[in-house]
């Protein structure tokens, strides 16, 4: 009896992408796509992150930061917009203001400056995800007002809890 064997091929994980600035650097950096960023030197000017920055524990930073993730072990100066998560670690020193939707300080971090907890926001492609629909369908959605949404310079932004109550309300179509 004779068997057909198909060669099976092993499909090799997705390459993380992660960049690391050990030296002295100084300008703006901003990413399109997400990598994982971790500074451990000194960086003097703006960031604009997608995906984690970590700012290690003996880095000092003075920019004002906006990123999903962000883990802060070492000492920035500057105003903080992390879109998903700001973890402050023991040792990490921020002097300037923060707005997050989830906040971690531990203990033995140093907070100088307010903090504006924001509401939970989806961009189009986590509404997508969360609510199985195509990313045109939702954008479609928001022109036409059909779906809570904000547009601000970022695009569109949705209220969860919001989407919560439309999905439930029985409008999704």
Sequence with gaps: ??????????VPPPVEKVI?????????????????LKITGKFTGKLDTKGTLTIGQTAIVE???QGENIIIA???KGNVNARKMLVLMPGAV??????????????????QGRCQMLEDFLNVEDLSQYLEIEKAAIEDLAETGKIPAIKDEHGWR?????????ATSGRVK
């Design 1 to 10: 009896m004779a068997f057909n064997r198909k060669e099976v091929k092993e």
């Design 63 to 65: 920019a004002n930061i």
């Design 74 to 76: 070492g000492k920035v």
């Design 20 to 36: 690391e600035i050990s030296a002295g650097m100084e300008g703006h950096l901003a990413f399109a796509d997400p990598v994982n």
């Design 158 to 166: 949705f209220e969860r809890a919001k989407i919560d109550q439309w």
């Design 94 to 111: 921020l002097i300037g203001d923060i707005s997050t939707p989830k906040l971690n300080i531990v203990e033995g971090a140093i907070l």
